[in-house]
């Protein structure tokens, strides 16, 4: 259906079809209108599709990246803020600041 809306509405781009929550899984994809408004090119003003492999995906080229950019960055995670109390009593939202 996402490629029908772009063919008739006349919109450029991927449309990948993955499970979002596993953004690795890759079930098929298609390139829409690449050539739409391109004056040099034989598909100019045609709305067109072609199938799209995994590897030439403008989108799964940028999940990668982000994903070893993230996988290279080391976090680190600062020591936990512990309050001690000598008597019990109720706290409030501003204390310890």
Request: net charge positive.
């Amino acid at each position: 259906m996402t490629v029908c809306n772009f063919l008739l509405h006349g919109a450029v781009g991927e449309v990948v079809w993955h499970n979002s929550l596993l953004p690795d899984s890759w079930y098929g994809g298609w390139r829409v209108n690449k050539y739409l408004n391109n004056p040099f090119h034989k598909y100019h003003g045609i709305p067109h599709v072609e199938t799209l492999k995994q590897e030439n995906s403008f989108i799964y080229q940028s999940w990668k990246a982000q994903k070893e950019a993230a996988e290279t960055k080391q976090t680190v995670i600062p020591e936990p803020v512990i309050f001690k109390v000598n008597k019990p009593m109720q706290l409030t939202l501003f204390d310890g600041f």
